[in-house]
């Protein structure tokens, strides 16, 4: 089944939701944060949204669940968009080969993270934001809500709470960059930023419906310019090196998009110049990444013919 533009997404969601009933193992929730260790790995549910905002879903589509890492994607454009290239010289843009929340390699370069979207990197993108806008949490849930269009979308302030109270090494990186000079922010004022980002909750719906500027090359919803062309494929590029923690050479082979996983079970993805996608279930392979979501993108990519490649 090779999509064609007049064709809708409907079929095809619904005969990927079927074969990922199969599936034999569904991975484990996360359980470094209390709250999200309940959630059971059989929900499933997948959302495509198309440049104008049309938008199929399957499953538990309209459900929320915790979109943890996949918020990295909207502060990193967010900030992109503010400082333009100047924010490369405190993060760079190499897949780090460590785990996601590793402080190894950031003494070997001198606290400067590998990516933006390992939590060192992520925290330094926050950071940059913060200063910016005075309110970086803030700034990124008026974004989602705006290209979304769900005014509901919120902080799960149970879930930054948990977060905070086993925060210890996001604390730790963040101390470390800030000894080399690379944050600029009182660290708890930080952390207290970064955990709330990564706490908002929203569904399959509005994450995919947020994602749309970066299949539209940095427009947004309402026609206006996030990102220029240029930007939103440096982004794109990002994703697709670094954004599914250290497996993002097997996402690629697998899946052919960029995309961004986060240990909720989300994972986010662009088609550029024609849709997005958004993925959840919270079982988690051994890397981090939902185990049906990741199954279900690969077979969306290979029952559409709809990749980078
Ligand atoms: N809030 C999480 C942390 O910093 C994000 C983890 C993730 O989704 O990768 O540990």
Redo the contacts with the bound molecule.
């Keep these: 089944m090779i999509m064609t533009s007049s064709m809708t997404f409907e079929p095809v969601l619904k005969r990927i939701a079927r074969e990922v009933e199969q599936l034999p193992g569904r991975g484990r929730p996360a359980d470094?944060?209390p709250v999200l260790a309940a959630r059971d790995p059989r929900r499933f549910g997948m959302a495509v949204a198309e440049l104008d905002g049309t938008v199929y879903g399957v499953g538990d589509w309209r459900e929320p669940f915790s979109a943890?890492?996949?918020t990295k994607v909207f502060t990193l454009a967010l900030d992109l968009a503010r400082e333009g290239d100047a924010l490369w010289e405190h993060v760079g843009r190499e897949p780090s080969g460590n785990p996601?929340?590793s402080l190894v390699q950031l003494e070997y370069e001198n606290g400067i993270p590998r990516n933006p979207f390992i939590?060192a990197g992520a925290l330094v993108v926050t950071d940059r934001l913060h200063t910016r806008t005075g309110d970086a949490a803030g700034e990124l849930l008026a974004f989602l809500r705006a290209e979304s269009g769900n005014p509901g979308l919120g902080f799960d302030t149970q879930v930054a709470a948990s977060?905070n109270a086993h925060g210890d090494?996001?604390a730790a990186l963040a101390h470390f960059m800030a000894a080399y000079g690379n944050i600029g922010n009182p660290v708890p004022e930080l952390l207290d930023q970064?955990?709330r980002q990564?706490s908002i909750s929203a569904s399959c719906a509005d994450l995919a419906l947020a994602t749309g500027f970066l299949a539209r090359h940095g427009i947004r919803a309402d026609g206006g310019r996030l990102l220029t062309r240029s930007q939103a494929k440096q982004v794109n590029a990002v994703m697709l090196t670094c954004g599914t923690?250290d497996a993002a050479g097997e996402f690629a082979y697998r899946v052919g998009l960029p995309g961004k996983?986060?240990?909720?079970g989300g994972i986010i993805a662009v088609v550029p110049g024609r849709c997005t996608l958004c993925v959840w279930s919270p079982g988690l392979d051994e890397r981090?990444n939902s185990v049906a979501g990741v199954a279900a993108l690969d077979r969306f990519t290979t029952l559409t013919g709809l990749s980078v490649f």
Aim: hydrophobic share 25%; aromatic share 24%.
């Design positions: 470094y944060i943890q890492s996949i996601f929340n939590n977060e090494r996001n970064y955990f990564c923690y996983s986060g240990v909720g981090g």
